[in-house]
Antibody
Framework: EVQLVESGGVVVQPGGSLRLSCAAS????????MHWVRQVPGKGLERVSL????????FYADSVKGRFTISRDNRENSLYLQMNSLRTEDTGLYFC??????????WGRGTLVTVS | EIVMTQSPATLSVSPEERATLSCRAS??????VAWYQKKPGQAPRLLIY???TRATGIPARFSGSGSGTEFILIIRSLQSEDSAVYYC??????????FGQGTKLEIK
C-alpha cells in the first residue's frame, strides 16, 4: 500500500524558516517524481514544487521561487521542503504527492503550516 | 498559466440523486484533466484521469467526460460518504499544472 506521511508543520513567525518532511513507503520511491502541493484557506489547491526521480530537476511555483527548496533522499525514501522567508500567505496544509506519467496519483494527509 | 474554473462553488443534492460538477479551462487542455475528492482530515483521492478514466478502486457511480476546455464529473446514486470538496486539475501544461478552486458537495 502506498503511504505518504508528512511532518514538520508548526506555527512560525513571518520571516521564519521551516523544513517539511515526507516519509514514503509501499512503492519504489526513486522511480517517481515527487511533489509538494498546498491547500490554502479559501483558495483551493496550489502546486508548490516538484523534483524528478534522481533530484536532477526541480520546479517551483513563482510564489515560492527563491524562498523554498525541494530535495529528496532516495536512500531514506524521503522528500523534503525547506521553507525560508515565510510569509503569512504561505499558511496552509502542505501535501506530499507522487506523480506517475504527469498524473499526481497518491497524496498524503498533509501537515499544517501556520505563519503568524 | 491555465486557469481552471469550477462551478458551482457549492452543490447540495439529496441521497440517491445525481450531482453534476463542471470545470472549464481557459485554453484547451485536450483530455489531460483529473478529478480529486478531498474530505476533511483525509488525503485527496484521485477519482478520474484522462478526463474519463476511473482510477483504481473508484466505483462506477463516478464518471467523467469532456475534452478541450469543458469537463464534467457526474456522481450518480449519491451517498452520504460522497460529501466532500471536488477539484479538477489540468496536467496538459506540465509541470505548470493547475487546479480549479473546488466544488463543495453537500448531501442533504
Amino acid at each position: 500500500e502506498v503511504q505518504l506521511v508528512e511532518s514538520g508543520g508548526v506555527v512560525v513567525q513571518p520571516g521564519g524558516s521551516l523544513r517539511l518532511s515526507c516519509a514514503a513507503s509501499g512503492f519504489t520511491f526513486d522511480d517517481y517524481t515527487m511533489h509538494w502541493v498546498r491547500q490554502v484557506p479559501g483558495k483551493g489547491l496550489e502546486r508548490v514544487s516538484l523534483i524528478t526521480w534522481n533530484g536532477g530537476s526541480a520546479f517551483y511555483a513563482d510564489s515560492v521561487k527563491g524562498r523554498f527548496t525541494i530535495s529528496r533522499d532516495n536512500r531514506e525514501n524521503s522528500l523534503y521542503l525547506q521553507m525560508n522567508s515565510l510569509r503569512t500567505e504561505d499558511t496552509g496544509l502542505y501535501f506530499c504527492a507522487r506523480e506517475k506519467d504527469r498524473l499526481v496519483d497518491y497524496w498524503g494527509r498533509g501537515t499544517l503550516v501556520t505563519v503568524s | 498559466e491555465i486557469v481552471m474554473t469550477q462551478s458551482p462553488a457549492t452543490l447540495s443534492v439529496s441521497p440517491e440523486e445525481r450531482a453534476t460538477l463542471s470545470c472549464r479551462a481557459s485554453q484547451s487542455v485536450r483530455s489531460n484533466v483529473a478529478w480529486y475528492q478531498k474530505k476533511p482530515g483525509q488525503a485527496p483521492r484521485l477519482l478520474i484521469y484522462g478526463a474519463s478514466t476511473r482510477a483504481t478502486g473508484i466505483p462506477a457511480r463516478f464518471s467523467g467526460s469532456g475534452s478541450g476546455t469543458e469537463f464534467i464529473l457526474i456522481i450518480r446514486s449519491l451517498q452520504s460518504e460522497d460529501s466532500a470538496v471536488y477539484y479538477c486539475q489540468q496536467y496538459n501544461n506540465w509541470p505548470m499544472y493547475t487546479f480549479g478552486q473546488g466544488t463543495k458537495l453537500e448531501i442533504k
